[in-house]
């Protein structure tokens, strides 16, 4: 039983570029979280997506935004990349929106911008 | 503003003792508060949580306190052993508001096992 699955597991862009980060929740998830995690910090809640849409959301810009697939994948979209969005990105993936305790991590796409 | 914080970001304790590490928050509103654990290279993994109405709970070698009017939480570790050795954060989130998945985390503290 696979869990859950990020890519890339590395990634090197620079300023003003934009950057695609994929996540493949854990078979039977149905809900997909995002966190930042800066270096030296605590990860940092992004966004939630269940049922395709976006449920909650953390204090990011507009730059951030998301996707959820009908196979309930993910992917988080990063516009006009700024050096201090260099960080590890997290997707946690949970069986509906209130399974605090069973959100599975993925082990992270660390994004350094140049 | 940070909500919650670990401000010891490492320890070291010996093999076979108690390791205690501490978490302190702000927002009153937190009614139920967790433990991950982190290795290099992995994502992190849920540990131990408790929710406001209790002031201890406990798994195996795991306990955690929470002192509510100290908004104070510790997680105790007795005994410790090498795999132990992790990052360790501290999460809150807001269970009666139907968004207990959107965790707020501490800066973590690397707690190191030692022979």
């Known amino acids: 039983d696979a869990g859950v699955t990020q890519s890339p597991t590395h990634l090197i862009k620079t300023r003003g570029q934009q950057v695609t980060l994929r996540c493949s929740p854990k078979?039977?998830?149905?809900?997909v979280s995002w966190y930042q995690q800066a270096l030296g910090q605590g990860p940092q809640f992004i966004f939630q997506?269940?049922?395709?849409?976006?449920?909650q959301r953390g204090n990011f810009p507009d730059r951030f935004s998301g996707h959820q697939f009908p196979n309930y994948s993910s992917e988080l979209n990063v516009n006009a990349l700024l050096l201090g969005d260099s960080a590890l990105y997290l997707c946690?993936?949970?069986?509906?929106?209130?399974?605090?305790?069973?959100?599975?991590f993925g082990p992270g796409t660390r994004l350094l911008v140049l | 503003d940070q909500q919650v914080k670990q401000n010891s970001p490492s320890l070291s304790v010996q093999e076979g003792r108690i390791s205690i590490l501490n978490c302190d928050y702000t927002n009153s509103m937190f009614d139920y508060f967790l433990w991950y654990k982190k290795y290099p290279a992995e994502g992190p993994t849920f540990l131990i949580s408790?929710?406001?109405?209790?002031d201890k709970n406990e798994d195996g070698r795991f306990t955690v306190f929470l002192n509510k009017s100290a908004k104070h939480l510790s997680l105790h570790i007795v005994p410790s052993q090498p795999g132990d050795s992790a990052v360790y954060f501290c999460a809150a989130t807001l269970l009666n508001t139907g968004t207990a998945s959107k965790l707020t985390f501490g800066t973590g503290t690397r707690l190191q096992v030692t022979l």
């Open positions: 078979s039977g998830h149905d809900t």
């Open positions: 408790i929710s406001s109405i209790k």
């Open positions: 946690a993936s949970s069986l509906g929106l209130a399974n605090q305790e069973t959100q599975y």
């Open positions: 997506y269940y049922e395709e849409e976006e449920r």
